[in-house]
């Protein structure tokens, strides 16, 4: 059927309208131009003008059209004016008119507007303008991780100029704002910027100005399947067709929950890509944590850029010196190993280790610029205080309990398998159905401890006073992750703590607990239990995430630190190394260290004490990278942190 000529012309107005509010502006003013000509050709022609004062003129009759034109347009933009008017009839007809039109115009053109506004502010609240920031760094994903990442890159953003954050995620921009405005406060000299988006979605990843970043991370969702959504954002960013062109990477760090889809991820990344394993970061550290204490502390140290962190750094000057001569070299900073020219990273390389050209140094160092040569060559080393190492004596087989069951629970079984003595023996204690399952599944294979399950609900004392808790040597809580709400979680293990602490009070036992924290606000209310170290796993994953993010090659440092059988992190006792209540410098100890082929690191006192005023004690004693010519006492309790290749060294 034909369209009449009033649905044509109410088609092309539907369709003019629709194309935002530069369109019904410019119609606006075209009408009006029309009916202020049309009103100015009538008196023009009609001669309708009464005096030639209103135009501007002293006495000749001789205007022109134009200038019936302006006394029009001044009428219809200012009623006032037909105020000083003569009385004329028609003159004072088409002059009210244009007044009148002119009210009706102004007022649509400032509804127009007003509603243009409006429309602007609200798309600018849903977070779809492009991002034009550049070298800035992309988180893509929303989770309750994104809090301290945004908080750890804040830090590290300090000393850098107009640094800034864009986050793409699927959640309401004003939303993602507000609640970072709360969690992290103030982002002092960085930028963040928000935006709503689907990151597997290659329009939504076009807003955030993805191939102009520095870095990007991605972020597991705490929804549906976490590591599909992460492997398609992966290959989102790698087979974008607006990608860097070559040879211009990524620098991806992303993270993935389940071991078994690493394989997937590095496929779909290739040399692009950095993967944080989020469970086999957590149960390394929970095997290693619940058997030395305050370790954790000493990872989330390295990890945390509001301490002192690990740093690569080119050396001129100790070219063609040993490995052991660069450790001595650096008073405010701890040298751990080399990274060679050709990329190689090496933790604890042999102390005769020669540095060659363009190596770099690997050390702890509370900045970038911190990592500088002391130039001494006295140390103050006090030879008498150094203590011969003991006799080797083998350990003990140990018996480990662990309350609650996660996925993680597996993973942590086995990596405990490489650091327990022939003998030992771990006991599960759980409700979970699928427990006994999974041990048998991945379990059954265990060279040096034999495994026993007990059903039950570890927040019931009846229970946990049933399980003779007196009898173990290290206890591991796990969080129930199979809640859906963090506090909850959270919750079953602090009741589960304090009925432990109150137990080892009443018994008189010591024995060391580790446990999870999914959030860690809820660490300093579980300070009450006086637990010996705390896993909270989600602010390690995140500090993990931040740091490779800033420098993809601490993935291979971390890597080397974190797995059995090579270079690891030991807390040892301070007597093994220095006669205690004798003043001894740092430097002592790293020679006393170097002795036995370790690097010391840092110390673990047994109360949290102030050493000077230079050095700052975190939670548990722990001090990381001290100074090295301060003086320090020892006293029994005390520990010495090292690296070293075997636990059982020193």
């Not at 929970?286 to 990872?299: I, K």
Request: hydrophobic share 40%; proline share 4%; charged share 25%.
């Amino acid at each position: 059927m034909k369209a009449s000529i009033k649905q044509y012309i109410s088609y092309k107005f539907d369709n003019l309208m629709s194309k935002g509010t530069f369109a019904p502006i410019g119609l606006l003013f075209f009408v009006s131009f029309l009916i202020i000509l049309f009103i100015a050709l009538l008196l023009y022609i009609f001669g309708l003008i009464p005096d030639t004062k209103i135009l501007g003129l002293a006495d000749s009759k001789n205007y022109n059209y134009f200038d019936v034109v302006w006394v029009t347009i001044l009428r219809t933009l200012d009623g006032g004016v037909i105020s000083e008017d003569p009385i004329d009839l028609w003159f004072l007809f088409f002059m009210f008119l244009s007044t009148v039109g002119g009210i009706f115009l102004v007022s649509t053109l400032i509804g127009i507007v007003n509603s243009g506004v409006t429309q602007r502010m609200i798309e600018l609240r849903k977070g779809r303008s492009f991002v034009v920031e550049k070298n800035h760094t992309v988180i893509l994903g929303w989770s309750f991780q994104v809090f301290q990442i945004i908080s750890e890159l804040v830090i590290a953003n300090e000393n850098q100029i107009n640094p800034s954050i864009a986050i793409l995620a699927d959640e309401d921009k004003i939303k993602m704002e507000d609640e970072i405005k709360a969690k992290v406060g103030d982002t002092k000299n960085t930028k963040v910027i928000c935006r709503t988006g689907n990151p597997i979605d290659l329009v939504d990843l076009e807003i955030i100005n993805l191939h102009q970043a520095k870095s990007i991370i991605i972020l597991a969702p705490e929804r549906g399947d976490p590591d599909s959504i992460v492997i398609k954002t992966i290959l989102a960013i790698t087979n974008n067709p607006n990608r860097r062109p070559a040879p211009h990477k990524y620098h991806i760090t992303a993270e993935i929950r389940d071991p078994k889809n690493v394989p997937i991820a590095q496929i779909a990344g290739k040399d692009e890509v950095q993967l944080v394993i989020f469970d086999y970061l957590i149960s390394r550290i929970t095997a290693q944590t619940c058997r030395q204490p305050g370790l954790s502390v000493v990872f989330t140290e390295l990890l945390d850029f509001s301490g002192d962190e690990i740093y690569f750094q080119k050396e001129p000057k100790l070219y063609g010196k040993s490995f052991v001569e660069a450790m001595f070299a650096y008073e405010t900073s701890a040298v751990i190993g080399l990274r060679k020219k050709d990329g190689r990273i090496l933790i604890k390389p042999p102390l005769h280790t020669r540095i060659e050209e363009d190596d770099m140094i690997i050390a702890i160092s509370e900045d970038d610029d911190t990592v500088i040569l002391s130039g001494m060559t006295e140390y103050g080393i006090d030879p008498g205080a150094i203590r011969v190492a003991p006799k080797y004596v083998p350990p003990k087989p140990e018996n480990t309990l662990i309350l609650g069951w996660n996925r993680r629970a597996p993973l942590i079984i086995n990596e405990l398998d490489n650091y327990v003595w022939p003998g030992s023996k771990i006991t599960v204690v759980s409700e979970n159905p699928v427990a006994e399952t999974e041990l048998s599944l991945h379990c059954s294979d265990l060279a040096h401890q034999t495994v026993s399950y007990w059903f039950g609900d570890t927040t019931n004392r009846t229970i946990l006073d049933d399980l003779n808790i007196e009898q173990y040597d290290h206890v591991i809580v796990l969080s129930q992750t199979d809640l859906s709400d963090v506090q909850s979680t959270d919750a079953r293990t602090l009741s589960t703590l304090l009925h432990l602490r109150d137990i080892a009070n009443k018994k008189g036992h010591t024995f060391s607990i580790v446990s999870e924290m999914l959030d860690d606000r809820n660490r300093r209310l579980a300070e009450i239990t006086h637990t010996d170290d705390f896993i909270v796993s989600v602010k390690l994953d995140s500090l993990m995430l931040a740091q490779i993010s800033e420098n993809k090659e601490l993935k291979t440092v971390f890597e080397d630190l974190f797995t059995a059988g090579g270079p690891a992190i030991y807390i040892k006792p301070a007597e093994n190394y220095v006669e205690l209540g004798r003043p001894v410098n740092f430097y002592t100890v790293l020679e006393s260290a170097r002795q036995r082929n370790q690097i010391a690191i840092g110390y673990k006192l047994q109360q949290d004490r102030l050493v000077s005023k230079e050095e700052s004690v975190l939670a548990y004693g722990v001090v990381v990278n001290p100074k090295k010519s301060n003086q320090i006492f020892f006293s029994e309790g005390d520990k010495i942190i090292v690296i070293s290749e075997e636990e059982q060294v020193g």
